[in-house]
């Protein structure tokens, strides 16, 4: 089955620092992609950072790059990210979304088939 279930988001001043986590079932987990993606108010979703299955090659998008880290933990079949120096910009609903296809760019979500329902991180000023 699909699973993608995200926690860890959460309120926190500039330059402070969050980890977000995304538990997947094992179908998920075992996808060629998994990556997050972030949706701020009257803004289109974006990609912030994926990893390819085996932790081989990681992506990220130039405004977090730096500051947030993808990771797999295999044992777990969870994703993390890591995000440090936080900005108010930053502030989104994040979600994790995984997918089989190979072609096109890591970071775009139209090549993205199942998608967690979100987690909120807020960052203050």
């Known amino acids: 089955q699909v699973q993608l279930v995200e926690s860890g988001g959460g309120s926190v001043q500039t330059g402070g620092s969050l980890r977000l986590s995304c538990a997947a079932s094992?179908?998920?987990?075992?996808?060629?992609?998994m990556a997050w993606f972030r949706q701020a108010p009257g803004k289109e979703r974006e990609g912030v950072a994926a990893?390819?299955?085996?932790?081989?090659?990681?992506y990220y998008a130039d405004s977090v790059k730096g500051r947030f880290t993808i990771s797999r933990d295999n044992a777990k079949n969870t994703v993390h990210l890591q995000m440090n120096s936080l900005k108010p910009e930053d502030t989104a609903m994040y979600y994790c979304?995984?997918?089989?296809?190979?072609?096109?760019?890591?970071?775009?979500?139209?090549?993205?088939?199942?998608w967690g329902q979100g987690t909120q991180v807020t960052v203050s000023s």
């Open positions: 979304a995984a997918t089989w296809v190979v072609a096109g760019l890591a970071l775009s979500p139209d090549r993205y088939n199942y």
């Open positions: 094992e179908y998920t987990y075992n996808t060629n992609f």
């Open positions: 990893v390819q299955r085996g932790g081989g090659s990681t």
